[in-house]
């Protein structure tokens, strides 16, 4: 079965800085997709980027961008010029070609944003 | 366009009591799926269903029953409440289980508190 791993429970970003969340997770498929999720403390869950892992080329979204090192099984997060709405908690999430293809989710890395 | 609806937001229970929560989508979605989120644990997958009359279990399936009689509904069921299942609980869907890059449509969660 597969793991996804978070090493970093909290973190702290000043207002307009670049934070980058660590996430790595095991497997011995070669091709999957991750993703990351946002959830704010309105509870929803909001996708912020995906990733597919055959392809070479880091995803990015605006602000967001990956740093996705396949054979260190490793996707970091980055975050651009942060802003006080970024504050939220951030999970990744490893999609495999098993039955059902379920999502598997990291425990989270608190992110807070300060002015 | 509604998206995947839960019912209730926040429900207390106590020991022994059964109850069920609601989960419907309006997209036409095959896939559902039911996690329960915890401090610490991320999101843990309980059951999920493909479509509709097939379910299976998750990675922590049991004191939950499902059922998948519509494409629309899919309701879990805590037959006798116990204090470990106080979580936060969503239900998530997407289009097809075989589609590997589409994300998981998300509920906005319900707060289940056992005493």
């Known amino acids: 079965a597969q793991t996804v791993t978070q090493s970093q429970p909290e973190m702290s970003v000043q207002e307009a800085e670049t934070v980058t969340l660590s996430c790595t997770y095991d497997t011995s498929e070669s091709d999957y997709y991750l993703f990351w999720y946002k959830q704010p403390p309105s509870r929803q869950m909001i996708l912020v980027i995906r990733?597919?892992?055959?392809?070479?080329q880091n995803a990015t979204e605006n602000r967001f961008s990956v740093n996705f090192q396949k054979a260190a099984k490793s996707f970091s997060l980055k975050i651009s010029d942060s802003q006080l709405g970024d504050a939220a908690m951030y999970f990744c999430a490893y999609r495999s070609w098993d039955y059902g293809q379920n999502f598997v989710f990291g425990p989270g890395t608190r992110l807070s944003v300060l002015p | 366009n509604a998206g995947v609806t839960q019912t209730p937001k926040f429900q207390v229970l106590k020991t022994g009591q059964s109850m069920t929560l609601q989960c419907a989508q309006d997209m036409n979605h095959e896939y559902m799926s039911w996690y329960r989120q915890d401090p610490g644990m991320g999101l843990r997958l309980i059951h999920y269903?493909?479509?509709?009359?097939?379910?299976d279990q998750g990675e922590v399936p049991n004191g939950y029953n499902v059922s998948r009689s519509t494409t629309e509904d899919f309701p879990l069921r805590l037959l006798s409440a116990a204090p470990s299942q106080t979580s936060v609980y969503f239900c998530?869907?997407?289009?097809?289980?075989?589609?590997?890059?589409?994300?998981?449509?998300f509920g906005s969660g319900t707060q289940l508190s056992v005493l």
């Open positions: 269903s493909v479509g509709a009359g097939i379910t």
């Open positions: 998530a869907s997407r289009t097809s289980w075989t589609l590997i890059d589409e994300k998981l449509f």
């Open positions: 990733q597919e892992a055959y392809k070479q």
